[in-house]
């Protein structure tokens, strides 16, 4: 069982619509990070949390630390948001390596 | 403030060859980490470097793979006698260690893309 759990894998939705893309982890964190993949292969940081909730833009980010959960949410999504999105832990302080899921390729349909 | 940058983008070579990967962290930033991302597959931790030391080098496989962050200069990723298998994206990411000892996030560079014929 990989520590770090996504779900779904593949998610095709119509423009407009709510998106959420779950993240499970199986270890202690300091940290967890939402990712975004594009095409080309580039990375971005999305969020960073340690608990609670961020917001940035249409983008809103979940974590409860103990449930070992975090979920991603797109409002009013767009075709510019397909991508692949990535979770990852940080697993205690001091050991900063990042531990991934396998991602979600998301899929919005004009 | 530009951000990670890493060279090559893209590298071929031939089996036996030796192929040097290179990343400029953050301005400001003294922590370096690389990820590969085989084709088809999720991202993989390598090493985690402060100038001059490596602090985690536990996913490195063993034989043929080092890295290095010198206190001047970017940091290295050297493959030895690359293998078609060590074709794969290789990201690097920096970030700084905050003022309450806390690391930040990590950027990412845009990565490397390493194909071995």
């Known amino acids: 069982k990989n520590e770090v759990e996504q779900s779904p894998q593949n998610l095709t939705a119509q423009e407009g619509e709510f998106i959420t893309i779950n993240c499970s982890y199986s270890?202690?964190?300091?940290?967890l990070h939402w990712l975004q993949q594009h095409p080309g292969g580039g990375i971005v940081s999305l969020f960073m949390?340690?608990?609670g909730k961020k917001k940035h833009g249409r983008l809103i980010a979940t974590i409860n630390i103990q449930e070992k959960h975090s979920s991603l949410h797109i409002t009013a999504s767009h075709p510019r948001d397909s991508a692949v999105y990535i979770c990852?832990?940080?697993?205690?302080?001091?050991?900063?390596?990042?531990?991934f899921g396998t991602g979600t390729r998301l899929t919005i349909i004009p | 403030n530009a951000g990670v940058m890493q060279n090559p983008r893209h590298l071929v070579r031939r089996r036996g060859q030796e192929a040097r990967l290179r990343c400029s962290p953050m301005k400001g930033h003294s922590h370096v980490y690389w990820y590969r991302q085989l084709p088809e597959e999720g991202l993989k931790f390598m090493v985690y470097l402060q100038k001059e030391n490596i602090i985690d080098e536990s996913g490195m496989p063993k034989e043929r793979f080092s890295a290095e962050f010198p206190k001047e200069g970017p940091s290295i990723l050297r493959i030895q006698q690359v293998v078609r298998g060590d074709s794969a994206a290789y990201f690097c990411a920096s970030s700084s260690q905050g003022w309450t000892g806390h690391y930040d996030e990590q950027y990412f560079g845009p990565g490397t893309r390493l194909t071995v014929t």
């Open positions: 270890v202690g964190i300091s940290a």
């Open positions: 990852a832990v940080r697993s205690d302080f001091g050991n900063e390596k990042l531990t």
């Open positions: 949390l340690s608990s």
